[in-house]
């Protein structure tokens, strides 16, 4: 090889795998031994050990030994509802220098096998990493002494696995990824040789360990053994494996039988319909509309996963390719690509969550909305809401509420500005996330054309997968209260406006008007009052007394105009 080859790197929860393209085709690096899958587990004791080493140590030394890293990287300690046997502190390292580890140990396998040195790469996260936690795995990357290229979303690897050989074709595709312990889906299309995801969902608590679980307790009841035993469970997974190319296995004195499982595994199966039907309403296809149904992760293995997705897609899932390998081949494709190895595709993917600003009456107002396609780049002018401001605040939120408080905060910026009259001073605000999801936010203020610029990388609030799930969850189930108090934070905004307003008209017109017209729009405005202290927060009701208000003081304002003119006109003598 010429030029310095860029690295493609998998770095899954369980397993790591990479990549490079060699001419002209991309081809998995093996280690010494010949494997080419690195278990991501690193293991401090008296000297350090990453992989299948790592892994030999665990049963002596399970406090010292981190696996499954990824589930903690780029969040805030304790914010994960998984609990591992280990505690980072107690051994004073953080998930990116684990995860740096065993990227580390990547490079060295790269570097053995090209017998030369390798600096840069390209690493895949999940689709639903935020920006936090593809910000963390890049700072990995360099940790280890890798430039991160690219960080790449999963499925859009596993398409790239898929898609290379028919870039002039324009199709939609489906990404059905099934682990050991988490469940994605994607959409995606891909056009002329460009690809987009239009939209993910999935479950990061699903996956074939819990298959493995449900498997050992039917085993344990039938043998009278307790089913957390671990050689229960042990023995359930290679059952489970073997079932997918036998019709029976068996366990101790135990015969299972392919149906056996099939019955364990249809609700756990069941599980990933309402994610797929998700995904495919967010993208806006019909199952008809997909061309191909990938599988990837090693659970599509099983002869039931396939004839359900068949079943669901209404047509037979495409497994052309290694589902273990499918990632790492997208993502060393993706790397080939960028160093010019390959022919140029362009990459676009997907924003998880929506980003946005709090404006005024604490409402979230979106910019960039969900399932935009990155890179993306999108503004709004602000103004000020209230007379002598002289700073804006301007608060950086992600989520799907409409309501500013029930979304992340993940960063803020204040904006000063000359203060002057309620709306005369000019906010511009742009977001602009790059390809590898790391928001920039630029704030100016126009009049002065001072720029303030926000880079939210780790800082941001750590936005755990599931807690996407659970945001896009939670914007279903409140809508309609958030809705409701979206359209009363709105009414009272005007009902607190117009009231003083009509205030001083009435004191301002006095004897001039009649006194039940008097009468009558000072009933309108009690009511209003009365709807604004109340605990009910109707917004329906507030928003018709202050239309009726309104309407009520029509006449005033003509009136009011009206003496406007007069006065004006008799000042100058005219009438
Ligand atoms: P992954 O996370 O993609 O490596 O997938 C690992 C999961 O795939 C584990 O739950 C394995 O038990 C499961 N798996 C691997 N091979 C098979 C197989 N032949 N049949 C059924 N499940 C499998």
């Known amino acids: 090889m010429n030029s310095e080859p860029i690295l493609g790197i998998d770095l899954g929860t369980t397993n790591s795998l990479v990549g490079v393209v060699d001419s002209g085709f991309p081809i998995l690096l093996a280690d010494e031994n010949g494997d080419r899958s690195t278990p991501s587990a690193v293991s401090y004791g008296d000297t350090l050990l990453v992989g299948a080493a790592a892994l030999r140590q665990r049963a002596l030394n399970p406090a010292r030994t981190v696996t499954s890293v990824k589930r903690l990287i780029g969040r805030r300690g304790g914010e994960s509802d998984w609990k591992p046997r280990y505690d980072l502190k107690e051994l004073g390292v953080t998930p990116v220098e684990v995860s740096a580890e065993i990227l580390k140990r990547l490079k060295a396998i790269a570097e053995r096998a090209l017998e030369q040195k390798v600096s840069r790469a390209v690493i895949?996260?999940?689709?639903?990493?935020?920006?936090?936690?593809?910000?963390?795995?890049?700072?990995?990357?360099?940790?280890?002494?890798?430039?991160v290229e690219r960080i790449l979303s999963e499925p859009t690897a596993a398409a790239l696995a898929y898609g290379l050989d028919k870039l002039t074709e324009h199709q939609k595709?489906?990404?059905?990824?099934?682990?050991?312990?988490?469940?994605?889906?994607?959409?995606?299309?891909?056009?002329?040789?460009?690809?987009?995801?239009?939209?993910?969902?999935?479950?990061?608590?699903?996956?074939?360990?819990?298959?493995?679980?449900?498997?050992?307790?039917?085993?344990?009841?039938?043998?009278?053994?307790?089913?957390?035993?671990?050689?229960?469970?042990?023995?359930?997974?290679?059952?489970?494996?073997?079932?997918?190319?036998?019709?029976?296995?068996?366990?101790?004195?135990?015969?299972?039988?392919?149906?056996?499982?099939?019955?364990?595994?249809?609700?756990?199966?069941?599980?990933?319909?309402?994610h797929c039907l998700r995904a495919m309403s967010d993208a806006g296809v019909k199952a008809a509309d997909l061309d191909e149904v990938i599988l990837v992760g090693g659970s599509t293995r099983m002869p039931l996963v396939r004839q359900f997705v068949a079943e669901l897609f209404g047509k037979e899932p495409n497994t052309s390719q290694n589902p273990d390998e499918a990632?790492?081949?997208?993502?060393?494709?993706?790397?080939?690509?960028?160093?010019?190895?390959?022919?140029?595709?362009?990459?676009?993917?997907?924003?998880?969550?929506?980003?946005?600003?709090?404006?005024?009456?604490?409402?979230?107002?979106?910019?960039?909305?969900?399932?935009?396609?990155?890179?993306?780049?999108?503004?709004?002018?602000?103004?000020?809401?209230?007379?002598?401001?002289?700073?804006m605040l301007i608060r950086i939120l992600q989520g799907e509420r409409e309501l500013a408080k029930d979304n992340w905060e993940l960063g803020r910026v204040d904006v000063p500005f000359p203060p002057g009259p309620k709306g005369s001073a000019r906010v511009g605000v742009q977001f602009s996330l790059d390809a590898d999801g790391i928001l920039n936010v630029l704030a100016r203020d126009t009049a002065t054309n001072t720029d303030t610029t926000l880079e939210i990388r780790g800082t941001a609030i750590d936005v755990a997968d599931e807690r996407v799930e659970q945001m896009i969850a939670e914007s279903v189930e409140f809508a309609f209260d958030d809705m409701n108090e979206r359209i009363w934070t709105e009414a009272r905004i005007k009902a607190e406006e117009l009231l003083?307003?009509?205030?001083?008209?009435?004191?301002?017109?006095?004897d001039s008007i009649s006194e039940s017209e008097t009468q009558e729009v000072r009933e309108h405005a009690a009511k209003v009052r009365q709807i604004l202290d109340s605990a009910d927060h109707d917004a329906r009701a507030l928003k018709a007394a202050t239309q009726q208000l309104d309407d009520a003081t029509q006449t005033l304002a003509v009136m009011l105009i009206d003496r406007a003119m007069e006065e004006s006109l008799a000042r100058r003598g005219l009438v």
């Not at 689709?127 to 910000?135: H, K, T, V």
């Open 124 to 147: 895949t996260v999940p689709a639903f990493f935020n920006d936090a936690q593809r910000a963390a795995t890049k700072k990995a990357g360099e940790l280890a002494g890798l430039t």
């Open 173 to 274: 595709v489906a990404v059905y990824d099934l682990g050991g312990g988490t469940f994605d889906i994607s959409v995606l299309e891909m056009r002329e040789g460009v690809f987009q995801v239009l939209a993910t969902a999935g479950d990061t608590q699903l996956g074939g360990d819990d298959l493995d679980r449900a498997l050992a307790e039917f085993i344990a009841q039938r043998l009278n053994l307790p089913p957390n035993d671990i050689r229960v469970l042990e023995g359930a997974e290679s059952v489970k494996k073997r079932l997918s190319n036998d019709e029976s296995a068996s366990f101790d004195t135990l015969t299972i039988t392919r149906a056996d499982l099939e019955k364990i595994a249809r609700p756990w199966l069941e599980r990933t319909r309402a």
């Open 327 to 391: 990632i790492a081949l997208g993502a060393t494709i993706q790397a080939g690509i960028l160093s010019g190895s390959l022919r140029q595709v362009l990459l676009l993917d997907v924003t998880p969550l929506s980003l946005g600003i709090e404006t005024f009456g604490g409402l979230m107002n979106i910019i960039i909305p969900r399932n935009t396609t990155i890179p993306a780049k999108a503004g709004e002018m602000f103004t000020n809401a209230v007379a002598n401001q002289d700073a």
């Open 500 to 510: 003083p307003a009509v205030d001083a008209a009435l004191a301002q017109l006095g």
